[in-house]
């Protein structure tokens, strides 16, 4: 065996990259009144689509311009990332619990256990996802926790199906067996030898999540869904940016950009952590 | 002197009827190692996955006694069981590589054994663990308890491997094949430190090999098998000098010489094979009157 190369856990790009916007992104969504340079209620029709700074016609504090309402861009999506961050880590944790805790629970018992919880994910699976959100929302009602109760409910069979298969995996190997032997019971086994070797792909597939519950509320938010109207959120900066393409690109494109920036850290901060979780790896 | 373990009669069938154990009955004397040869297939392994109370779920016991130290696996409740085989046997697998758990370190790994089943303290526990590394000529204990396996090579992990088996203090140890994973340089090493440890821990093992000379090395006694059924058994030294069955004298003549390298590899004698056929076929049918 070759030594464990210490480099690599040194400066990764991709998680500094990553962690930093994400770690940015995370502190404005935080301290949100104190950072946001104007209400990103108030409106005012004397300063309606002003440009961003760079522009000819941009007023100074309102940096990335203003929507057709005259309110600032800027403050909006740092408010609207207060609502993204909460979806985001409250949705795929709860969605982490349940589908690891079936997942680990099929793969390692196998039989029936694993009959019963695989054929529910499949059942699950067959609904398309965004159009079962927005049938949940309609029938929860709008508001910030059925947006994250959905989405919980919508993707847990994501973790448990990838779980599932690594928990099979391992407990096919011989020091699950030797663990058998000496005398452990079950649960033990599955909690003390099992688990720890999953982890590495249940850190990967939250950081992933989170980014997916980012997208599916923008959605559900650009489509009205999410929570009230009143509150910014990125889903509907982008909805009513859509409408003023022609006279107000940036209402649209900044929000886009956010977007797509975050739900990206999270994908590639999840693969760079799985590769530091993983004693194999390292 | 009670015998340390006691098969009679093992046999035992996958789902669709068929044996995979045949009326397989051995005994291991405390502080004896009996080797258990056979070509792959012969259910060896399976013998040891038995006693140890690991067998596939697909197959089941459907016959015999095993007696460990005088105690009925069979008759005890699982949890009995467990605890029994837990506490008195262990186990030297084959590959060292999937042995041990990747994601947790090799001194947790060997202590929370002594720990959590046989209830000793960690300090206890860790002098133990450190001990037996010394035997199996691990010089720098330090760094091996720290390290996660893959940091280690295989002889390594194979020596860190056997001290754990040994460490709880069993009193039968399986070696499945222990030796076979590894190089043919660090083969002959492992096998003398089983042997040494085994010699000076009283240890009865059953040793799992298809490998006649390993056999010839490190065993009192012998049992042969073949799909199953033990076809002959002596002690090591009267085998060599007399095999008996046919099938054992085709082994032995099918071992590689290395004195004669050019020498062509020979197969197992159809004649032999045929016979062996009837035989097995002659005994499921004697098997199965009394059973249906």
């Known amino acids: 065996m070759d030594k464990p190369s210490t480099s690599r856990r040194g400066l990764s790009p991709r998680l500094w990259l990553a962690g930093g916007w994400l770690l940015l992104a995370l502190l404005a969504a935080i301290f949100a009144p104190l950072i946001a340079p104007q209400d990103p209620l108030a409106q005012d029709l004397m300063l309606e689509r002003l440009p961003p700074f760079w522009l000819d016609g941009a007023e100074p504090g309102y940096w990335l311009g203003t929507d057709s309402l005259g309110r600032d861009l800027l403050s909006r999506l740092i408010f609207g990332g207060r609502i993204a961050f909460i979806v985001a880590f409250s949705a795929a944790i709860a969605a982490c619990l349940v589908g690891s805790t079936l997942g680990l629970i099929a793969g390692y018992f196998g039989g029936w256990a694993d009959r019963i919880i695989s054929r529910i994910v499949d059942v699950w699976m067959a609904f398309p996802p965004v159009l079962f959100a927005i049938l949940l929302v309609a029938v929860l009602g709008t508001g910030l926790s059925s947006v994250i109760l959905a989405i919980a409910i919508i993707d847990w069979t994501r973790f448990c199906r990838v779980i599932r298969a690594e928990a099979m995996g391992q407990s096919r190997m011989d020091y699950v067996e030797n663990a058998r032997i000496a005398g452990y019971g079950r649960i033990g086994i599955m909690l003390r030898e099992v688990l720890p070797n999953v982890v590495p792909s249940i850190v990967a597939l939250l950081s992933l999540e989170m980014g997916i519950a980012v997208i599916v509320e923008a959605i559900l938010s650009f489509v009205n869904l999410s929570i009230s109207t009143d509150d910014p959120t990125w889903g509907g900066i982008i909805a009513e940016g859509r409408l003023s393409i022609h006279q107000a690109w940036w209402v649209l494109v900044f929000p886009l950009i956010t977007l797509i920036l975050t739900v990206l850290s999270f994908s590639q901060f999840g693969e760079a952590l799985k590769t530091r979780f993983d004693p194999v790896l390292r | ?292």
Request: a positive charge; one cysteine or more; proline letters at 6%.
């Open chain 2, 1 to 292: 002197m009670s015998t340390c373990l006691d098969i009679t009669n093992l046999s035992a069938v996958l789902p669709n009827g068929e044996r995979v154990l045949r009326s397989v009955s051995l005994s291991v004397l405390p502080g004896e190692v009996r080797a258990l040869v056979g070509e792959s297939g012969a259910g060896k392994t399976m013998i040891g996955k038995a006693v140890l109370g690991v067998l596939p779920s697909s197959v089941r016991i459907v016959e015999g006694d095993m007696l460990l130290e005088g105690e009925d696996l069979g008759k005890l409740q699982p949890k009995a069981r467990r605890t029994l085989i837990g506490a008195r046997t262990a186990l030297i697998p084959q590959d060292p590589l999937t042995a041990l758990n990747p994601s947790r370190r090799i001194g947790p790994q060997m202590t929370d054994r002594l720990v959590r089943i046989l209830g000793w303290t960690v300090e206890k526990a860790d002098q133990r663990v450190r001990q037996l590394l010394d035997e199996v000529q691990i010089r720098d204990p330090d760094r091996v308890l720290r390290s996660y396996p893959h940091e280690l090579s295989g002889g390594m992990r194979q020596r860190v491997l056997i001290a754990a088996a040994f460490a709880a203090e069993p009193r039968l140890i399986v070696a499945d094949e222990p030796t076979t994973a590894l190089d043919v340089t660090v083969q002959k090493q492992i096998l003398r430190l089983i042997a040494a440890l085994q010699r000076e821990h009283g240890t009865a093992i059953l040793f799992v090999t298809h490998d006649l000379g390993v056999v010839a090395k490190i065993s009192q006694k012998v049992s042969v098998l073949y799909a199953g059924k033990v076809v002959e058994e002596a002690e090591t030294a009267t085998l060599f000098a007399a095999p008996q069955h046919p099938y054992t004298r085709a082994l032995m003549a099918a071992t590689p010489r290395y004195t004669d390298p050019f020498a062509s590899l020979k197969p197992v004698d159809e004649a032999v094979l045929a016979g062996l056929a009837a035989e097995i076929t002659a005994a499921d049918k004697a098997w199965r009157r009394p059973h249906g």
